[in-house]
């Protein structure tokens, strides 16, 4: 098996394609619109600019901006990996100001369903993936 780096274009690939294929995240598309665009800053490559988008029926992950940004999240390479690899709580980086949050935050409440199998998709990548 050959692994990719966290957030290359090779790993954001294999993550759209673990979301198109969760049928979880796909059927809460139908009953949740949002749009979530993650800027990951200072890693390996430069900085990182990747979305989730829910909406009409249908849950996309990819490269660049969410096509329907509600909600844009930035944080630190560091950060990123901690949170990716359980090394550092997630609900800690927020509460200690590591993830800067802009939009409609009002969004984010009550989507704890489409992080957790959200959550689902990571775990499906990331036996793949090097975080160095």
Do not use: C
């Not at 969410?66 to 509460?95: C, I, K, S, Y």
């Amino acid at each position: 098996m050959v692994a990719m780096r966290y957030l290359s274009l090779e790993w954001i690939d294999a993550m759209a394609a673990a979301v198109r294929g969760n049928p979880e995240l796909q059927q809460l598309a139908s009953t949740t619109t949002l749009g979530v665009t993650q800027i990951v800053t200072d890693g390996p490559e430069g900085n990182v600019l990747y979305h989730l988008q829910l909406r009409d029926g249908a849950a996309e992950f990819g490269a660049g901006q969410a096509p329907a940004e509600d909600v844009r999240m930035e944080q630190t390479w560091d950060t990123a990996v901690g949170v990716a690899t359980h090394t550092l709580p997630a609900q800690e980086a927020f509460a200690k100001g590591l993830v800067r949050i802009g939009g409609d935050i009002q969004k984010l409440i009550g989507a704890d369903p489409v992080f957790a199998a959200l959550s689902g998709a990571f775990d499906s990548v990331r036996m793949r993936t090097e975080y160095a």
